[in-house]
């Protein structure tokens, strides 16, 4: 796969909106750390918004607090979100799409365990505006192949229309 091809398609237009997406989804963090290992400080995903598995499509958000302490150094003149921050976004939104596309569902489990899965790559990643304090962001995330073990996505961070950054990742699963 050309991933520079792939990066250059996603550097414009969103992945997709929820009204693209064939399920909604209203879950926040009390449900998605059923499915993903991180928590506070480190979760970095607020709610889920809709999802299509056919597509291999899930949309995310997160409002970046004003008051975050990462923008006491990054930067101090002009606060910033950090691109690796937002990479993490978008890995831990990929998390849920995997939950979801493992076991062909739409809904979250009682039983649900985090899923076994860690980033192995970075095939690229493109930071094409800041993120600045405050503000609401979308998470979008789409599976690009998947093999035995390997997978690949492509995620975006948008503010409002814009995309403010899109990356390809590739994953390992554990199981």
């Known amino acids: ?14 992945l997709a909106s929820p009204e693209d997406l064939s399920h909604p989804l209203a879950y926040d963090q009390d449900e998605i750390i059923k499915i993903i290992p991180h928590r506070e400080p480190f979760l970095l995903v607020d709610r889920l918004l809709g999802l299509d598995l056919g597509q291999g499509v899930i949309l995310a958000s997160r409002k970046i607090a004003e008051t975050d302490p990462v923008f006491q150094g990054h930067f101090p003149d002009f606060p910033v979100y950090p691109g690796s921050l937002q990479l993490e976004m ?21 039983q649900a365990q ?9 095939l690229g990643a493109h930071f094409l505006e800041p993120v600045p ?30 995309v403010c950054s899109v990356s390809i990742s590739e994953v390992c699963f554990l199981e």
């Not at 890995?91 to 009682?110: A, M, N, P, W």
């Not at 985090?114 to 970075?122: E, L, M, S």
């Not at 998470?139 to 690949?152: M, N, R």
């Open 1 to 14: 796969m050309d991933y520079a091809a792939v990066l250059k398609t996603h550097r414009k237009k969103p």
């Open 90 to 110: 978008i890995g831990q939104v990929g998390l849920c799409l995997y939950y979801f596309e493992k076991h062909r569902r739409t809904d979250i489990s009682d």
């Open 114 to 122: 985090p899923v076994p899965v860690r980033a192995t790559k970075i």
């Open 133 to 162: 304090p405050g503000a609401e962001v979308t998470v979008a995330v789409k599976k690009l192949e998947q093999e035995a073990y390997l997978g690949t996505v492509v995620g975006q961070v948008i503010s409002g229309k814009t």
